[in-house]
């Protein structure tokens, strides 16, 4: 498939209907219902747009929306429930309070949404705290709410440009659609691996079947350099190292964009430079400005350079940049750094307006000062309806210059319509065989020895354990070394110890003769088994590479992406 054009806006277009907007006012109905597009100077003044040029049809078609529109083009909230009209009573509770309606198409078309995120979490995702529900379950399921989700937003003034449907798919600990679909390692086992075409060809994977599911935006891929021990980025990230990570970033923007799925590198400026969680507090980074810009702002700048999008700023408070200021509402760091100093023009989305530093304001005021700081799309505001209000207010009494939400609204249908050619794939191509292989390809390229004789397999027969709550891990392993040829006995033998995100000393086995990491390593320093290995991941992909190795039939080539305290990056050679 063809790359995502990431054509520049073309600016002689954009100003002229930036100008009549200002002119005209760009004045709507205040009823929320649509209506059909008002008519006014600005759509007779604007030029006949280039069919080719999405940057051109958006400015064209922002010239033809109502203030309504325009606001609603830059929210992209959650909504309750597993399908676009239909939910129980519990979602429709919930969205009430919400938004004030009961279904998620409803919210569509009483806001005129620009898109929506789809939610959920897992045992061990970190993110877990901002999801307040969970509307993703199986791939068919996906694919008849995206279907119905689309059907409410192209009845809108703005319906000619595709809906944006988003979710966090980064896979690892952060994988919000796990049945049905050809799970990735995570990030950090990418970066153990090393190799950006892998990558890339596993992210293609990723976003032809993001896209059969009726998903066209994805936030992902992480671009935060592990340069703390942050539990909250951990394997999320691709490695401490600015340089091979910005490599990565480059790869899975490609992928995810050649497959028609726009990508968002976050979270900028640098969420692994601190090892606070944003979904408690506001994390601060300490270091130098010098020190930002050379170890962490190189893999977003590698993903600009690839094509990403869009970027997702974060409740980040950078000392050096702007002191006491989250960088979701930074003006200094988003048009300042972001901007300026990096050169994105493309869609710069929050992180969660539910989380924590956020919610210092109330729904509208955020919403406005994020807006103003140079977001561009506002993402899970805590209730819908009052940071529309507060969005709507500001623009009429001038406290939020119309010429910034032009610009936001502008970007936001730029993107879409940019998305708008590409075909959806059938739910069929999910899992296929060629999906399948180059993310074992990846998987196996990212298995490391830290520890013990390099290529020599165990002794079985093998006995598989692991810390609290992992018996489907366990049971993988047992299965993928089954069919390596090794045997695997309830107790006795060999013992073969998994531990995982969360885990810590306490969750080591002293008589293992094989520990294996399958998140970070940093667990492995007090270790005492003779051969440490390290997967960072707990995917089927990763389990069938770790068996290989462990049958003594693959050698395991990665390198440990981040330091780990009294052990080499592997034990297998260069």
């Known amino acids: 498939m063809g790359r995502v054009s990431t054509t520049p806006r073309r600016a002689g277009v954009a100003l002229a209907v930036l100008t009549a907007l200002l002119v005209s006012g760009c004045s709507g109905p205040m009823d929320r219902r649509p209506d059909p597009a008002p008519t006014s100077p600005a759509v007779a003044a604007t030029p006949t747009p280039d069919a080719s040029d999405p940057a051109a049809r958006a400015a064209a078609l922002v010239g033809t929306l109502a203030d309504e529109d325009l606001v609603g083009q830059v929210l992209m909230p959650y909504a309750y429930g597993d399908a676009a009209t239909r939910v129980t009573p519990g979602s429709a509770a919930g969205n009430r309070a919400l938004a004030g309606v009961d279904t998620p198409a409803q919210m569509v078309e009483k806001y005129r949404l620009g898109g929506l995120i789809l939610v959920g979490f897992s045992a061990d995702d970190p993110t877990k705290g901002n999801q307040e529900t969970t509307n993703v379950d199986n791939p068919k399921q996906v694919r008849a709410l995206t279907d119905g989700l689309r059907g409410a937003a192209g009845r809108l003034p703005a319906g000619q440009a595709p809906f944006l449907i988003g979710t966090d798919q980064e896979y690892g600990v952060v994988t919000r659609i796990t049945d049905g679909v050809t799970l990735l390692p995570s990030a950090l086992a990418a970066g153990a691996a090393g190799k950006p075409g892998l990558t890339e060809a596993a992210w293609r994977v990723a976003g032809a079947e993001l896209a059969a599911m009726g998903i066209n935006l994805d936030f992902a891929p992480v671009a935060d350099v592990l340069a703390t021990r942050s539990t909250v980025i951990g394997s999320r990230s691709y490695g401490a190292d600015p340089k091979a990570t910005a490599g990565q970033v480059a790869g899975a923007v490609r ?263 399958m998140d970070t390593p940093y667990v492995l320093a007090k270790a005492k088994s003779p051969t440490l290995l390290a997967t960072y991941s707990s995917s089927r992909a990763s389990m069938t590479a770790l068996a290989g190795v462990l049958a003594g039939k693959a050698r395991p080539g990665g390198r440990s992406p981040v330091p780990v305290t009294g052990l080499p990056a592997t034990t297998c050679g260069a």
């Not at 702002?297 to 999008?309: K, L, T, Y």
């Not at 980040?316 to 050169?343: I, Y």
């Not at 319509?417 to 399948?436: F, I, N, V, W, Y």
């Open 255 to 517: 992928g995810l964009q050649a497959a028609g799925v726009a990508a968002t590198v976050k979270h900028f400026p640098g969420h692994g430079h601190s090892a606070a969680d944003s979904h408690e507090g506001l994390p601060v980074l300490g270091q130098p400005r010098r020190t930002l810009e050379t170890g962490a702002w190189p893999p977003f700048s590698a993903g600009i350079d690839a094509g990403a999008m869009a970027v997702m700023s974060a409740h980040l408070d950078a000392r050096s940049v702007d002191p006491g200021t989250a960088a979701t509402f930074s003006h200094k760091l988003l048009t300042g750094v972001l901007r300026g100093q990096l050169g994105f023009q493309g869609v710069v989305i929050t992180d969660g307006m539910n989380m924590p530093p956020a919610k210092r304001w109330s729904p509208g005021e955020a919403a406005v000062r994020a807006l103003k700081a140079g977001n561009d799309l506002i993402l899970m505001p805590p209730n819908v309806g009052q940071a529309y209000d507060g969005l709507l207010a500001a623009l009429r009494d001038g406290s939020l210059p119309r010429t910034r939400l032009v610009e936001a609204a502008t970007r936001v249908l730029t993107m879409k319509l940019k998305l708008a050619d590409r075909p959806t794939p059938e739910l069929s191509t999910l899992g296929a065989p060629a999906h399948r292989k180059a993310v074992e390809e990846l998987a196996a390229a990212a298995v490391t020895m830290l520890r013990g004789a390099c290529g020599k397999g165990v002794k079985g027969p093998v006995t598989v354990t692991s810390s609290g709550g992992r018996d489907h891990t366990r049971a993988a392993l047992t299965e993928a070394l089954t069919a390596a040829g090794v045997k695997v006995v309830p107790a006795g033998g060999t013992v073969v110890h998994l531990v995982g995100y969360g885990d810590g000393t306490g969750d080591l086995r002293a008589d293992a003769a094989v520990t294996v990491a």
